[in-house]
């Protein structure tokens, strides 16, 4: 039986009452950011995060305190988790969208990414496995850099998931292209990936 997951669109917002939320060590990072829109986008996130995370395991949402321990090698630049609880979290935003996604039961990642300029063709070599390289340029221009994105942010939910982040290289990962129905196929040629399920969203 497939496990749902909850998906929360919002738009980056930057309010006192969200602020208010930050314990110090967050606040201390919101206060890091140079960009307005730097500062909205993260304090949208954890707002998002702790008011949902609240509704469902009752706890205030002034109290939730997560931590970002790594379950590879235990350091400190793991993804927020709720510690005692069996509910997990992905946090990500780009542009004008941040996208919370929760699941009970199971590990979640998501990942939005806004599409720009930036040079595809260098940044595929150090994202892309050979075969997506190879469909990457059968496109045209504008079909690459779509396709690049897709790509991309694929690879960042299956990597927030598993809690490897850009710890593990991309090229190990090899997904379906994205014009078809986002998959998995390997993973360092190991084809034993059956239980990661892949879905493309939508705001």
Do not use: N
């Amino acid at each position: 039986m497939e496990t749902p997951i909850e998906v929360h669109w919002s738009a980056p917002a930057d309010e006192p009452h969200m602020r208010d939320l930050l314990p110090a060590a967050e606040r201390d990072r919101y206060d890091r950011f140079a960009r307005a829109e730097d500062k909205a986008r993260f304090v949208t996130g954890r707002f998002l995060a702790r008011t949902v995370l609240a509704a469902r395991t009752g706890l205030a949402p002034a109290s939730i305190a997560f931590t970002t321990e790594c379950p590879h090698c235990g350091a400190d630049h793991g993804k927020p988790r709720l510690p005692g609880h069996d509910v997990d979290f992905s946090l990500s935003h780009s542009g004008d969208r941040v996208v919370l996604a929760v699941a009970d039961g199971v590990q979640v990642g998501v990942d939005v990414e806004r599409e720009s300029d930036r040079d595809i063709d260098r940044l595929a070599e150090m994202v892309l496995a050979a075969p997506e390289r190879d469909a990457l340029a059968a496109l045209t221009p504008e079909g690459r850099k779509r396709a690049f994105h897709v790509y991309w942010s694929r690879k960042e939910a299956v990597l927030k998931a598993t809690g490897h982040g850009l710890a593990a290289p991309m090229t190990a990962l090899h997904l379906s292209p994205p014009d078809t129905a986002p998959e998995l196929l390997s993973w360092d040629d190991d084809k034993a990936v059956g239980s990661v399920r892949l879905a493309d969203l939508s705001p």
